[in-house]
Structures are given as structure tokens and as C-alpha cells.
T-cell receptor
Framework: DAMVIQNPRYQVTQFGKPVTLSCSQTLNHNVMYWYQQKSSQAPKLLFHYYDKDFNNEADTPDNFQSRRPNTSFCFLDIRSPGLGDAAMYLC???????????FGPGTRLTVT | AQKITQTQPGMFVQEKEAVTLDCTYDTSDQSYGLFWYKQPSSGEMIFLIYQGSYDEQNATEGRYSLNFQKARKSANLVISASQLGDSAMYFCAMRERSFNKFYFGSGTKLNVKP
């Protein structure tokens, strides 16, 4: 089935140790999004790619970076995770930024 | 101003009864889309229903319907015949044509009681 896949589902990292979360999609959608979601809160958009164009939200910390090497894959890099970065990270895709976004199952990040 | 407002942090409903989750929105765009997502405790966001701003009919998808009142800027989700599996967090979201991103509400946690 076409879908959005996130690996790993659970990630534990140490304070300050770089970590990379990955997202892949078989939908051939040209737009990919990364969201951070903390407990009992709405997802917060960090950035998105429209094709190869990177769009950063104004309040996304510099600690968060992203790469999209091709249409199917997108990575979220956290350069120096702090305790406040512990959250669920959701990847989503859409076709041309229209209609619904399709979400992956998320990666739950723990920072020790 | 908040783009999407969900005023019900939590709701209870008896199994097999209908429930309405409220959502109001704020936009000056003429073209926009309204969405509802369900998020179970597992964390995945599941798309439920979509309503376009130019759609004259209220959207329906199985047991889900969207009560779209454009003049009041409301897009309430109605779940008929609630099931225990409907217990989850529900998010209302909007996409404006001029901006390529979602605005999410704060969510409503629905608990279905047996």
C-alpha cells in the first residue's frame, strides 16, 4: 500500500548528541512536511519542502535542519537535542499543498 | 488571532450516540479547505473528512459529517453512532489557498463510554 513511513518509531538520544529521523513516502507527493508535537498539543509545523524548495517556519530553532535528497525521502536532523526537544515528530506529505496531508505514524523522541 | 479554535478540550459521549465536536475558523481568503483528523493514543494522524470553501453540500464520510456554516465560520464534526474505537484526540485544521500549510486547532479529546 502507498504510505508514509517513518523510522525509527521510537528514538532515544542523549542530551547534545545529534540525531536524525527519517521519512519516506510511496505516494509520489511533491510536498513533505515535518511537525513537532508535544503531549496534548497540536502539531507544530517546523518546515516543509515544496519540491526541492525548503520553507522554514520563522520560529523553528536553528538546531533543527532538514534534507530532502529525492522526492521519496526527507530527513530531520536535530544537531544538539535538548530536553525540551523530546516530542513526537510527524512527517506528512501532500500533492501540491492541496487537500489533505497524509501523515506517517510518527517518531517518538526521548532525550536523556 | 487564532486561525482555528476548538473550545472543547474534552468530551464524553455514550456509545451508539451522536456527538458534535466544535470548530470555528478565521480567514479572509475566499478559497480554503477545512479538515478533521483523528489521533489515537498510538500517535498517527488519520484524515477523516474535508470541506472546501466553495462546496455547497456538507461533506460526509461514513459516520462522519461536517456541519459547514460559512457565514458563522464554523466547521463542526458530527460523529454518528459512536463506537469505543472513536475515543481519540480530534483536530480541526484549515488550509488557505494563499499559504501552503495547515493551521491546526488545539484539539478535542473524545471519550466514548460503554
Amino acid at each position: 500500500d502507498a504510505m508514509v513511513i517513518q523510522n525509527p518509531r521510537y528514538q532515544v538520544t542523549q542530551f547534545g548528541k545529534p540525531v536524525t529521523l527519517s521519512c519516506s513516502q510511496t505516494l509520489n507527493h511533491n510536498v513533505m512536511y515535518w511537525y513537532q508535537q508535544k503531549s496534548s498539543q497540536a502539531p507544530k509545523l517546523l518546515f516543509h519542502y515544496y519540491d526541492k524548495d525548503f520553507n522554514n517556519e520563522a520560529d523553528t530553532p536553528d538546531n533543527f535542519q532538514s534534507r530532502r535528497p529525492n522526492t521519496s525521502f526527507c530527513f530531520l536532523d536535530i544537531r544538539s537535542p535538548g530536553l525540551g526537544d523530546a516530542a513526537m515528530y510527524l512527517c506528512a506529505t501532500s500533492r501540491d499543498g492541496e487537500r489533505e496531508e497524509y501523515f506517517g505514524p510518527g517518531t517518538r523522541l526521548t532525550v536523556t | 488571532a487564532q486561525k482555528i479554535t476548538q473550545t472543547q478540550p474534552g468530551m464524553f459521549v455514550q456509545e451508539k450516540e451522536a456527538v458534535t465536536l466544535d470548530c470555528t475558523y478565521d480567514t479572509s481568503d475566499q478559497s480554503y479547505g477545512l479538515f478533521w483528523y483523528k489521533q489515537p493514543s498510538s500517535g498517527e494522524m488519520i484524515f477523516l473528512i474535508y470541506q472546501g470553501s466553495y462546496d455547497e453540500q456538507n461533506a460526509t464520510e461514513g459516520r462522519y459529517s461536517l456541519n459547514f456554516q460559512k457565514a458563522r465560520k464554523s466547521a463542526n464534526l458530527v460523529i454518528s453512532a459512536s463506537q469505543l474505537g472513536d475515543s481519540a484526540m480530534y483536530f480541526c485544521a484549515m488550509r488557505e489557498r494563499s499559504f501552503n500549510k495547515f493551521y491546526f486547532g488545539s484539539g478535542t479529546k473524545l471519550n466514548v463510554k460503554p
